[in-house]
Every structure is written in structure tokens, then in C-alpha cells.
């Protein structure tokens, strides 16, 4: 039996009954995955190891980034991106990146209770994405523009995904699956 768990942690104020557990879980069921949970703020993050596919979930970036700092799980999560499967949904996959300063740009107020100052992520990965790109387009002022100009400022290409989309990273390769 291989062994999946959905990191909840981001998932402020719901954790195991977020709304996508259902579906996440049964997705990971019906690959042959036996499911478990685990949140930064109450277990040890050496736990991680043992599982086949660590599936971090969305929610509030700060908040996901500010918990693994805490737990002081850096370390076992650059460990696991190496030798097993590790998968980020929305803010689980901005923590992965290098910073989350874009979307610091877009939602600051997300921040205002956490109260993160450092903005830099684990990354692992060498690629920044802007997740739900359509669902925000027209919900954020400039925002097209706004990444744009965030693009140019920080030289760098941010790669633009819709809900079901997803990026596969591998090594210095990327694509959008």
C-alpha cells in the first residue's frame, strides 16, 4: 500500500474539513493511495517521511509559510521534494516558489493576522506561478498589468494557471499539465 497525506495547515480555520478534502481524498483513493492528514502547527514535521506523496492544499499563503518556519520544517520538505512526490494546490504551491511577493502585491490583507515580514519561500522550485488566473482577472484591479509589471521588475517569467491546471516541475524543466 502507498501512503498519501493532505497537508492542511494552509486551510486556516478548517484544516480536515476544508471543502476539497472530499475530493482531493478520493482522487488520491482512487490512484491506490491510502489517505492521512497533517497541519504544521500540531505535527512533527519527520512524520512527512514516511509518506509516498505529500499534497500540500491551498488557503493562506502567509499563513502555510509563517507555520512551516515555525515548525522549522524547511529541511525534511527540501528532503521529501528529492526523494518522493510532493504537490502544491494554490498557496501550497506558492510556498514552493522562491518568494510570495506577488501575491503579497494582490492580497496584503491576508497577511495582516500572521504578520510575516519575510516573504521568501522554501524554493524548491525555480518557476513563480499566479494560480486561478481567469477566477481573479477581473477581481483585482490591473491585475494583468500588476504582473506584468511584477515580471519586469523582478526579471522573471510568472507562469499563469487556471483551476485544473496544474505545473508539473521537474529539475530546470516545467510544464503545464
Not at 66 to 94: C, D, Q, R
Not at 127 to 143: A, D, K, M, S, W
Amino acid at each position: 500500500m502507498r501512503y498519501a497525506v493532505l497537508v492542511t495547515t494552509a486551510s486556516v480555520g478548517y484544516k480536515e474539513i476544508d471543502k476539497h478534502i472530499p475530493r482531493l481524498s478520493e482522487e488520491l483513493r482512487t490512484l491506490g493511495l491510502s489517505v492521512d492528514f497533517f497541519d504544521f502547527d500540531t505535527d512533527q514535521p519527520e512524520k512527512l517521511l514516511q509518506y509516498d506523496l505529500i499534497e500540500i492544499i491551498g488557503g493562506n499563503p502567509f499563513y502555510l509559510l509563517n507555520s512551516i518556519g515555525n515548525s522549522k520544517a524547511e529541511k525534511i520538505l527540501k528532503t521529501v521534494a528529492k526523494e518522493k512526490f510532493l504537490v502544491g494546490i494554490s498557496a501550497g504551491s506558492l510556498v514552493l516558489q522562491r518568494n510570495i511577493d506577488l501575491i503579497a502585491g494582490y492580497s496584503p490583507e491576508m497577511n495582516e493576522e500572521v504578520g510575516l515580514k519575510d516573504f521568501t519561500g522554501l524554493g524548491l522550485v525555480n518557476i513563480e506561478i499566479l494560480p486561478h488566473y481567469h477566477r481573479f482577472l477581473n477581481v483585482f484591479e490591473r491585475f494583468e498589468e500588476r504582473a506584468r509589471e511584477y515580471e519586469i521588475q523582478n526579471n522573471c517569467f510568472v507562469i499563469r494557471i487556471d483551476d485544473g491546471q496544474g505545473v508539473l516541475a521537474e529539475n530546470e524543466k516545467y510544464r503545464i499539465i
